[in-house]
């Protein structure tokens, strides 16, 4: 189906920024968008953001106004700018293509920790 490999993740203190990629090979022809989510210990898995086929992007009340989603067609990419991280952005980090039926069209492998320190 489709592949996907998240990098960028690490330690940053607050008020820093991080870029994440989402690199992704495959077939792509299900895919309704690419969306970042993001796990904290004890807690369940968000989605935070979400880029659809024609570029209209959507982002979660907890990161809007910081975080950016993009993409490189080209590159098969995926981006995250983070800004202004806060503490309560700490979390693994994933990223995966979705159909329209909402449904996970790559596995969520291992995804990239972001830790930030106050």
């Known amino acids: 189906q489709v592949q996907l490999v998240e990098s960028g993740g690490g330690a940053v203190q607050a008020g820093g920024s991080l870029r994440l990629s989402c690199s992704a090979s495959g077939g792509t022809f299900s895919v309704n968008y690419i969306g970042w989510y993001r796990q904290a210990p004890g807690k369940q898995r968000e989605r935070i953001a979400r880029?659809?086929?024609?570029?209209?992007?959507h982002y979660a009340d907890s990161v809007k106004g910081r975080f950016t989603i993009s993409r490189d067609n080209a590159k098969s990419t995926v981006y995250l700018q983070m800004n202004s991280l806060k503490p309560d952005d700490t979390a693994v980090y994933y990223c995966?293509?979705?159909?329209?039926?909402?449904?996970?069209?790559?596995?969520w492998g291992q995804g990239t920790q972001v830790t930030v320190s106050s």
């Open positions: 880029i659809y086929r024609d570029g209209t992007t």
């Open positions: 995966n293509a979705l159909n329209s039926w909402g449904q996970p069209l790559g596995s």
